[in-house]
């Protein structure tokens, strides 16, 4: 039964998706002293792709988890992090100015308009990929094992044994579904816009033997936590 168990536990880890590692890089300019980064601004995630209209709120909810994350591990960074508020607000008590109505949107733009005034960098998650695919695989012929039970005479006694049976049986044509992501974490400098760090990810999660492939809101936050958690390990 052990040995059973072990075995279904190898099938489910080498046929499922959901196991496969999400595939990563991670860049840093060496031309750029990593010691004048000390502010940065972080802004909102950028799509470069189609918005998925059939998931609720996918925008707002990918965009606080952004926003939670980044700021969760500004320890552990070696610059501090800046929102979009605290730009305007430094530029409305250098210049005396009033504070404007501004949308979360706008007050982005227009942080990010004065970023090479106040930081030194700006920071924000760019996803490239985002969507689901289905693998159509065709119908085939594959190998199974039945069991024959007979009854044979051993030390006069009559037994029954189990005689295995190869045989071959159509598998109808299945359809697989995946979830595909990729983010890029970027980190340029506010005046020159050249890039300081990357960090970016990939990862496809499909139909394992028990549950369905992750909503793409799901699939694009724990991208986004990968790719932002590796800027920590950059010294």
């Known amino acids: 039964m052990k ?5 279904f536990v190898f099938l489910i880890l080498f046929i499922s998706p959901v196991f496969a590692k999400p595939v990563g890089e991670v860049y840093v300019n060496k031309n750029y002293n990593l010691d004048s980064l000390k502010t940065a601004l972080v802004l909102p995630v950028v799509f470069q792709v189609a918005i998925s209209e059939g998931e ?4 707002e909810k990918v965009n ?3 926003d939670d994350l980044i700021f969760s591990l500004s320890e552990d960074l070696s610059f501090l992090l800046k929102k979009p508020k ?3 607000e430094r530029d409305m008590l250098v210049k005396g100015t009033k504070p404007e109505a501004l949308s979360p949107e706008m007050m982005a733009q227009k942080a990010a308009s004065l970023s090479d005034q106040y930081v030194n960098a700006y920071i924000r998650a760019v996803v490239t990929k985002c969507e689901y695919i289905t693998v159509r695989h065709p119908e085939e012929l594959e190998w199974a094992t039945t069991y024959d039970y007979i009854s044979v005479r051993e030390n006069n006694k009559w037994v029954t044994k189990s005689v295995p049976r190869r045989y071959q049986r159509v598998k109808p044509a299945w359809s697989e579904n995946f979830a ?3 983010v890029t974490i970027e980190i340029r400098d506010s005046k020159t ?3 300081i760090i990357g960090s970016s990810v990939s990862a496809t999660t499909g139909d394992d033997l028990f549950t ?3 909503t793409l809101t799901t699939h694009i936050t724990n991208v986004i936590t990968n790719a932002t958690k590796r800027l920590t390990k950059i010294k």
């Open 3 to 7: 040995k059973l168990f072990l075995s």
């Open 56 to 59: 609720a709120f996918f925008t």
């Open 64 to 66: 606080q988890k952004w």
């Open 86 to 88: 605290d730009v305007i």
């Open 180 to 182: 595909v992501g990729a």
């Open 193 to 195: 816009n050249d890039l």
């Open 212 to 214: 369905s492939a992750p």
